[in-house]
């Protein structure tokens, strides 16, 4: 199966991290963001992936190299202007043949379950599924109003969300959802959140306008919808991290080193001095923390 890693961004709520590098180029647990991304594909066989590429492209391609120590093949192909989610696609459709395939954001790490999402999506003969968990917290994320299975609209942040950032990308460490299951158990008014992740038709290409800034969520599902197409949406468990913040990303690191009985994360070629204190803190490669 063939996917498309979603890695052309500005990075600009993660500024100044960004200032050299891709959002998806940047570290995390000292290994580059988007090879998460790569890895989670290639586990469940989309072997032949291409990543688009805009802001600090060669960060993004120094990240990946070819893809085989990820366990796929790459392929690139760069925006000259910034062309939104499906205008992303439409750049990108010499790529894809005509068969299934998946649209994956650049930016997240996660043990979400793709192949049931793809039985959803075979069964229900959609012509794309959205892969979403549910938002106990109401985090701000933006909602995806669903009704008999089906996406019926995108709405804004859920009701009562809170204005601080915080948190958002360790919400389910913090609800120890480590498996991979939709939680059947949540109330039905709980607003549920797009990950990021999709499965689509090759049919989708004929609602994407051709060379122009497009995204999928506000330009081509709405018409899709209104034309009679089934958007389909699974809704899933398990662990799933958005970094799009610095404070995000800083607490999702350091959630994640605590359970491995650390507080400190050292990229290479760092060093800490002796005598020199450090704690709760995200080192990338060669920095070097000294004394007083």
């Known amino acids: ?102 649209l994956i954001n650049g930016k997240i790490a996660t043990n979400i379950d793709l192949a049931a999402a793809l039985d959803t999506h075979r069964h229900t003969g959609a012509l794309a599924t959205l892969v979403l968990l549910p938002n106990p917290k109401r985090e701000r994320y933006s909602t995806v109003e669903v009704r008999d299975g089906l996406v019926r609209g995108f709405g804004s942040y859920p009701v009562n969300s809170s204005t601080s950032d915080s948190a958002g990308s360790v919400l389910y460490a913090s609800l120890k959802m480590t498996g991979t299951e939709p939680d059947n158990s949540l109330e039905p008014d709980v607003p549920l959140m797009f990950t990021g992740i999709q499965i689509l038709e090759p049919r989708i290409f004929s609602y994407i306008p051709r060379g122009v800034f497009s995204h999928s969520t506000t330009d081509v599902y709405p018409q899709a919808i209104m034309r009679g197409e089934r958007i389909a949406a699974h ?18 690191s350091l959630t994640l080193l605590r359970q491995e009985g650390r507080d400190v994360e050292m990229g290479e070629g760092s060093v800490i001095e002796d005598g020199a204190q450090v704690s709760a803190a995200v080192l990338w490669e060669n920095v070097r923390v000294e004394r007083g």
């Open 1 to 102: 199966m063939r996917a498309m890693i979603l890695a052309a961004g500005y990075g600009t709520r993660l500024w100044p991290l960004t200032a050299d590098r891709a959002k998806p180029a940047i570290p995390f647990m000292n290994r580059p963001l988007v090879g998460y991304v790569a890895e989670y594909l290639a586990r469940y066989d989309c072997r032949e992936v291409i990543v688009n590429l805009h802001h600090e492209a060669e960060s993004v391609r120094r990240a990946l190299g070819d893809g085989s120590r990820f366990g796929v093949r790459l392929s690139y192909v760069e925006e000259p202007l910034i062309l939104g989610t499906s205008g992303a696609l439409d750049n990108a459709r010499h790529f894809f043949d005509d068969q299934t395939f998946v």
């Open 235 to 252: 809704v899933a468990g398990g662990m799933w991290y958005e970094l799009s913040t610095i404070q995000r990303y800083l607490e999702t």
